[in-house]
């Protein structure tokens, strides 16, 4: 079994993110943006860690999310695996993660943006009851892409809750299969 961890991003740890941001996202956050999300308590920054073998005191760092939490929305700012780790439910796991904290800050509902052909992340966000609301036209820029605006409501309600706890269970199934022990942190 690999074992897995969700965490919050500390500063030790920006440069290793950075690195992360480059390879699955292409750069979209600087160091002194993670250490402003860091230092804000409006947002939460997760990072997942892997420890290869229980020989490994180095685990790596092989996804993260973010949320920022305005009034009662939960913006998720951040989401990616690397590459190397893809289709084993850990970015599933991510967005789990961010959306038990949004329940947690008593959060109402969640957004985000993403790009029209992006169909890998809006099958995921789908997945998790995220509905198309309306899109913002030539938002990335320079290919000038439109990007769609989700929307998940009512995620305080019972019916949300049921569902999440349904998901968490396939999801450790998920895991299980693709031999990963996640380890209890805060979040999970
Ligand atoms: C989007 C991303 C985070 C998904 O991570 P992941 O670990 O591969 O996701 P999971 O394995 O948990 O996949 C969950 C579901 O998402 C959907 N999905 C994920 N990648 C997909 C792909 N390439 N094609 C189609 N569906 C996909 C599937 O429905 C999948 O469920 P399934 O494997 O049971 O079919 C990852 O592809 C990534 O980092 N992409 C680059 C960054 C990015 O685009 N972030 C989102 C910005 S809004």
Redesign the pocket.
């Known amino acids: 079994m690999k074992k897995i961890a969700i965490k919050l991003l500390t500063p030790a740890e920006v440069p290793e993110i950075v690195e992360l941001d480059r390879i ?2 292409g750069g979209l956050w600087t160091e002194a943006a993670y250490l402003r999300e860091i230092a804000s308590d409006k947002s939460t920054l997760i990072i997942l860690r892997l420890w290869e073998s229980e020989l490994n005191n180095q685990p790596q760092i092989i996804g993260m999310g973010c949320l920022w939490s305005i009034v009662d929305e939960a913006h998720i700012t951040l ?3 690397h590459p190397d ?10 967005l789990f993660s961010l959306l038990e904290d949004a329940i947690a800050r008593q959060l109402e509902r969640a957004t ?4 029209e052909h ?4 809006i ?2 966000y789908q ?1 998790y009851g995220f509905q198309i609301a309306g899109s913002r036209k030539n938002y990335y820029q320079p290919a000038g892409d439109d990007a769609l605006v989700l929307w998940l409501k009512g995620i305080q309600q019972d019916t949300f809750k049921t569902n999440l706890r349904q998901w968490q269970d396939q999801l450790g199934d ?1 895991l299980s299969k693709n031999s990963y022990h996640l380890k209890q942190t805060k979040f999970c």
């Not at 985000?112 to 790009?115: I, K």
């Open positions: 699955c996202l989401l990616g695996i780790f893809r289709r084993q439910g850990l970015g599933r796991l991510l985000l943006e993403v790009n992006n169909l890998g992340a099958n995921l997945k998920r």
